[in-house]
């Protein structure tokens, strides 16, 4: 499986992005797949994710601001990110588990294929 992740950029802080995942390889059926992200000097944390039902979790930095979407046909992941603030600047991974992970979903150890990362600034 290969993750592409797309749409990171520059914005002012209440401003608006989207992030795209790309997958190849397999579809994101029966997976887990999520977006986490790391700022500079600090460790990588969970941001979202869409359990295999369908079911989502968000980290309580980015409740009710950010919203993950998933496209099965497409192979797709989204997130959608809005009133972004300053500390919301980092690099934005997505990542799949095709096994099943439970309660482990804010763990990144519990993903096995990873995409690239994009970069989010936001600007104060």
């Known amino acids: 499986v290969q993750l592409q992740a797309s749409g990171g950029g520059m914005v002012q802080a209440g401003g608006s992005l989207r992030l795209s995942c790309a997958a190849s390889g397999r579809t994101f059926r029966n997976t887990v797949t999520g977006w986490f992200r790391q700022a500079q000097g600090k460790e990588r944390e969970f941001v979202a994710c869409?359990?295999?039902?369908?079911?989502?979790y968000y980290a309580d930095s980015v409740q009710g601001r950010f919203t993950i979407s998933r496209d099965n046909a497409k192979s797709t992941l989204y997130l959608q990110m809005n009133s972004l603030k300053f500390e919301d600047t980092a690099v934005y991974y997505c990542?799949?588990?095709?096994?099943?992970?439970?309660?482990?979903?804010?763990?990144?150890?519990?993903?096995?294929?990873w995409g690239q990362g994009t970069l989010v600034t936001v600007s104060s």
């Open positions: 869409i359990g295999r039902s369908g079911g989502v």
């Open positions: 990542a799949t588990s095709t096994t099943a992970i439970n309660s482990a979903y804010r763990r990144s150890d519990a993903y096995n294929y």
